[in-house]
C-alpha cells in the first residue's frame, strides 16, 4: 500500500488564523482526498484533488474556507482558514491506491 | 435515508467468540464496499475489502456483501481484546469521483 505522511500531527492554534496541512505519498497518485473527522463522529469528506485541476468539494465545503492544492502527484495540501473553535477535527490525508483508500496518521487541530 | 448506515454499538462479544458487524446502503450501483478499523486517536486502517456478491475471507476476518439487498457485513472469529475498536464500513459511489462514503462506525469492544 501507499505510505502517506501529514505534517504537522497535531496543533493548537487560535480562531482567525490558518493552518495549512501537508500531506505526502511515497508514489505517484491521481487521486488525493482530504477529510474531516469531528470528536465521535465518522469521516466527512472535504474535497477531492487530482493533480492539474482545481479541487472538487463536497456539499458545505467551500474554497475560500479550505483552500486545496495538488501541485504534483506525490503531495497535497490543505489549508484551514479563519479557523473558529467548530474548526476542531482530525483532519485526514488519503489516496486511492489499487482501489481502495489508504489514510494518512491525520492532523489533530484544536481552535481556541 | 443514510448512505451508509451501522449500528453504533457498543458491540460486546467475550473473547474467542464470533463478532458479527453489519451495514447497509443506500446507492443501488455501488460496486466497491470496504471495511476500516479506527483504533482511538488512530487513523482508518483498510482491513478487508469485496467487490462480488458472497464471501471473502482473510484470515480471521470474512467479509460477506448481498447486493441485491444492499447489505455488506464483517464477522471476526476468535474475536480478541485487541479487536476491540470502531469499525468502519465504506461504500465507493458510483458517481463522479467514486467518492468513498462513510458509515458511522460500529464500537466492538471485546472482553477477555
Not at chain 2, 467487490?51 to 476468535?78: C, H, M, P, W
Amino acid at each position: 500500500s501507499a505510505v502517506i505522511s501529514q505534517k504537522p500531527s497535531r496543533d493548537i492554534c487560535q480562531r482567525g488564523t490558518s493552518l495549512t496541512i501537508q500531506c505526502q505519498v511515497d508514489s505517484q497518485v491521481t487521486m488525493m482526498f482530504w477529510y474531516r473527522q469531528q470528536p465521535g463522529q465518522s469521516l466527512t469528506l472535504i474535497a477531492t484533488a487530482n493533480q492539474g485541476s482545481e479541487a472538487t468539494y463536497e456539499s458545505g465545503f467551500v474554497i475560500d474556507k479550505f483552500p486545496i492544492s495538488r501541485p504534483n502527484l506525490t503531495f497535497s495540501t490543505l489549508t484551514v482558514s479563519n479557523m473558529s473553535p467548530e474548526d476542531s477535527s482530525i483532519y485526514l490525508c488519503s489516496v486511492d491506491w489499487q482501489g481502495a483508500a489508504y489514510f494518512g496518521p491525520g492532523t489533530r487541530l484544536t481552535v481556541t | 435515508q443514510k448512505e451508509v448506515e451501522q449500528n453504533s454499538g457498543p458491540l460486546s462479544v467475550p473473547e474467542g467468540a464470533i463478532a458479527s458487524l453489519n451495514c447497509t446502503y443506500s446507492d443501488r450501483g455501488s460496486q466497491s464496499f470496504f471495511w476500516y478499523r479506527q483504533y482511538s486517536g488512530k487513523s482508518p486502517e483498510l482491513i478487508m475489502f469485496i467487490y462480488s456478491n458472497g464471501d471473502k475471507e482473510d484470515g480471521r476476518f470474512t467479509a460477506q456483501l448481498n447486493k441485491a439487498s444492499q447489505y455488506v457485513s464483517l464477522l471476526i472469529r476468535d474475536s480478541q481484546p485487541s479487536d476491540s475498536a470502531t469499525y468502519l464500513c465504506a461504500v465507493k459511489m458510483n458517481t463522479g469521483f467514486q467518492k468513498l462514503v462513510f458509515g458511522t462506525g460500529t464500537r466492538l469492544l471485546v472482553s477477555p
